[in-house]
């Protein structure tokens, strides 16, 4: 499956931004999906994910309560809602995914297909 990360951009702090991740495949509904997010010189970071069947979504603890994910299998599309932004949040964005992961969490090297990144810059 072919991963495509959009949304980035440029906003002030408080500010939100909607992120959106498209698969190219009808199956998509098949694939657990992460969301993660990396900084020059430092490893990419979980930011959130959901379990195939999108039973289960799970957040890294700076994020709880500013950014929610969810996902709409008609148009093969995931979605990262950010609201409250923080310029800690700036940051290359990737979706990844995982072909009938039953975990909304997996480390990076678990997922096995990645988007290309979108950079979301919060000023302050």
């Known amino acids: 499956v072919q991963l495509q990360a959009s949304g980035g951009g440029l906003v002030q702090a408080g500010g939100s931004l909607r992120l959106s991740c498209a698969a190219s495949?009808?199956?998509?509904?098949?694939?657990?999906v992460g969301w993660f997010r990396q900084t020059p010189g430092k490893e990419r970071e979980f930011v959130a994910g959901?379990?195939?069947?999108?039973?289960?979504?799970d957040y890294a603890d700076s994020v709880k309560g500013r950014f929610t994910m969810s996902r709409d299998n008609a148009k093969n599309t995931v979605y990262l809602q950010m609201n409250s932004l923080k310029p800690e949040d700036t940051a290359v964005y990737y979706c990844?995914?995982?072909?009938?992961?039953?975990?909304?969490?997996?480390?990076?090297?678990?997922?096995?297909?990645w988007g290309n990144g979108t950079l979301v810059t919060v000023s302050s």
């Open positions: 990844a995914a995982k072909y009938y992961g039953g975990s909304s969490y997996y480390p990076a090297p678990g997922y096995d297909y």
């Open positions: 495949e009808r199956t998509f509904s098949s694939y657990a």
């Open positions: 959901t379990s195939w069947s999108g039973g289960n979504t």
